[in-house]
């Protein structure tokens, strides 16, 4: 059997994570950093090192780090007596780190790490995959996740690109990569970690939704309208304040800062008409060059709705909550389309709660709608099927069983790492 090493390189992407980190281990800026990272893997953030563990389990050797976490790696500099500065600290141990372990592979969970000019400002079109291959010769092959559209520049040196749902996988296509469709998955040691952690019910849990507003998509709108509707109770993500237009362009979200003066005459009669409605197309200028305006809204869900609207949860306690829903809710990012597969699908059914999602044109292929997932089509449609779960207990309890069993057999990370694990023996 071939073996190969591999490094996993993900990221927090929150400065609120670390507050977080530090209110749950009070003493950790005192531990190694090897207690540090099991401290910060026990916690669930993200896929946690359900990666390596999973490549472990098939022979290989895996390492997780995380790019970054400023604790952390600093941590490690100070115990492998590397000497770093301020300004370049990411890139010095990143790569110190690399050329300790001497990788054949490594893969980016995702592309934040991947942006041109990251690893050096005078470097601007040097991204990481690029530069780790110059500096690390051990690597024979690149790999990487993207569960979001990106531009080029950040695949520039992959080898391999995995990516869902198919939509985001076409938009990879379009511009001349040839992806693999590989979804999202769960952490099944996750129940274990619920278990030992013990269970505590969230006020109001019946009917829930855990994750980012995404305004002004029509994610906001939707909850917006379940919240009137419903006795709905929210974790939620959204800026505190609302004053930026967004454009879309070509059907995927790009967020513009544009000041009213920037606007034609006919798009300002436009915003001062709709600016407290949703979405709607401009008129049949706009249509040529596939141009929508979007407008935030001028108040976030939390001012609306203040005793129903909870601060965003990660990790445990995330799970948590969805596994103490009765129902909880998923709409996917205007991103992708026709299409679904985003993580929350996974995690909600594989702690066993009952899920209600948008429909898309692959649904079939991950869960098998009205047996292990409810799903809508619109959001009096959501309204109408979360009263009738949250009414009828055999059904929920019923969808909710069959649902975490097909996670459990066919959405894993063991799952996605055979597969991950069969292309890298192919290729090296």
């Known amino acids: 059997m071939t073996q190969y090493r591999i490094v996993r390189l993900a990221g927090l992407h929150t400065p609120?994570?670390?507050?977080?980190?530090?209110?749950?281990?009070?003493?950790?800026?005192?531990w190694s950093y090897d207690a540090q990272i099991a401290s910060l893997f026990k916690l669930k953030y993200l896929y946690?090192?359900?990666f390596s563990r999973a490549i472990r389990l098939l022979g290989q050797e895996a390492f997780d780090i995380v790019w970054d976490f400023e604790l952390?790696?600093?941590?490690?500099?100070?115990?492998?007596?590397?000497?770093?500065?301020?300004?370049?600290?990411?890139k010095k141990v990143l790569l110190s780190q690399l050329q300790r372990i001497q990788p054949q592979v490594v893969y980016f969970q995702g592309t934040e790490l991947a942006i041109p000019g990251r690893p050096c400002e005078k470097e601007p079109l040097v991204n990481w995959p690029t530069l780790i291959k110059q500096e690390?010769?051990?690597?024979?092959?690149?790999?990487?996740?993207?569960?979001?559209?990106?531009?080029g520049d950040r695949i520039k040196g992959v080898d391999v690109l995995l990516s869902s749902p198919p939509q985001i996988v076409e938009h990879y296509r379009r511009m001349g990569?040839?992806?693999?469709?590989?979804?999202?998955?769960?952490?099944?040691?996750?129940?274990?970690?619920?278990?030992?952690?013990?269970?505590?019910?969230?006020?109001?849990?019946?009917?829930?939704?855990?994750?980012?507003?995404?305004a002004p998509e029509s994610r906001y709108w939707m909850l917006k309208h379940l919240m009137r509707s419903t006795e709905m109770n929210i974790w939620i993500d959204e800026p505190a304040k609302m004053n930026r237009i967004h454009s879309i362009k070509n059907s995927l979200v790009s967020t513009v800062d544009i000041s009213r003066r920037l606007l034609s005459e006919k798009r300002q009669k436009f915003y001062k008409t709709f600016a407290k409605g949703e979405s709607i197309r401009l008129d049949k200028s706009a249509e040529s060059d596939n141009r929508w305006l979007r407008v935030l809204p001028t108040k976030p869900l939390k001012s609306l709705f203040p005793s129903r609207c909870h601060s965003a949860v990660r990790g445990l306690e995330y799970y948590r909550i969805l596994q103490q829903s009765k129902v909880t809710f998923n709409k996917h990012t205007?991103?992708?389309?026709?299409?679904?597969?985003?993580?929350?699908m996974f995690e909600a059914t594989g702690v066993g709660t009952c899920l209600l999602t948008d429909s898309g044109s692959n649904i079939k292929d991950l869960f098998e709608p009205g047996v292990e997932v409810f799903t809508y089509t619109s959001t009096e449609e959501a309204v109408e099927k979360a009263t009738f779960l949250l009414e009828n207990e055999d059904i929920r309890s019923s969808i909710a069983q069959k649902g975490k069993a097909r996670t459990l057999r066919?959405?894993?990370?063991?799952?996605?790492?055979?597969?991950?694990?069969?292309?890298?023996?192919?290729l090296i």
């Not at 952390?72 to 990411?90: C, P």
């Not at 996750?190 to 507003?213: D, H, I, R, Y």
């Open 16 to 30: 609120l994570a670390e507050k977080e980190i530090l209110r749950c281990f009070p003493e950790f800026v005192n």
């Open 48 to 50: 946690s090192d359900s």
């Open 72 to 90: 952390t790696q600093k941590q490690w500099a100070k115990e492998n007596s590397i000497e770093i500065l301020q300004r370049d600290w990411q």
């Open 136 to 151: 690390v010769p051990s690597v024979k092959l690149v790999m990487m996740y993207s569960g979001f559209p990106s531009r």
């Open 177 to 214: 990569y040839k992806p693999i469709l590989s979804y999202h998955a769960f952490d099944k040691d996750v129940l274990e970690s619920l278990e030992l952690e013990g269970q505590t019910t969230p006020a109001n849990g019946k009917f829930t939704f855990v994750g980012s507003t995404r």
């Open 334 to 344: 205007d991103h992708v389309h026709d299409s679904v597969g985003n993580m929350r």
């Open 410 to 426: 066919d959405h894993t990370i063991k799952n996605r790492c055979d597969l991950v694990d069969e292309i890298i023996r192919n």
